[in-house]
Nanobody
Framework: QVQLVESGGGLVQAGGSLRVSCADS????????MGWFRQAPGKEREFVAA????????KYAESVKGRFTISRDNSKYTVYLQMSSLKPEDTAIYYC????????????WGQGTQVTVSS
């Protein structure tokens, strides 16, 4: 059973940093890629970053390249998104997801965590 729980969201000023985490208590992500997506008010959910199960293959949206870093600790069944140089347009609900590959569609989701960047 998929049990993804995000944490670490909050309010931060523009230019600041924040790290969000996603813990998989169901250990679904064994052998799978993991991704982060976000949805801002009035907008569709969009891809942010993804990381493979092994080899450290990563993929990023152009809008976050150089500012966000995705990582994972397979021993803790946890994936992280370190966000730096945050902008007000990064404000959104951030969701983690299970994927077969970094370029495939997600098939399981967490409940999301709110990230708000003030100007």
């Amino acid at each position: 059973q998929v049990q993804l729980v995000e944490s670490g969201g909050g309010l931060v000023q523009a230019g600041g940093s924040l790290r969000v985490s996603c813990a998989d208590s169901g250990r679904t992500f064994i052998g799978h890629a993991m991704g982060w997506f976000r949805q801002a008010p009035g907008k569709e959910r969009e891809f942010v970053a993804a990381i493979s199960w092994s080899w450290g293959i990563t993929k990023y949206a152009e809008s976050v390249k150089g500012r966000f870093t995705i990582s994972r600790d397979n021993s803790k069944y946890t994936v992280y998104l370190q966000m730096s140089s945050l902008k007000p347009e990064d404000t959104a609900i951030y969701y983690c997801a299970v994927m077969n590959r970094v370029d495939s569609a997600p098939w399981a989701w967490g409940q999301g965590t709110q990230v708000t960047v003030s100007s």
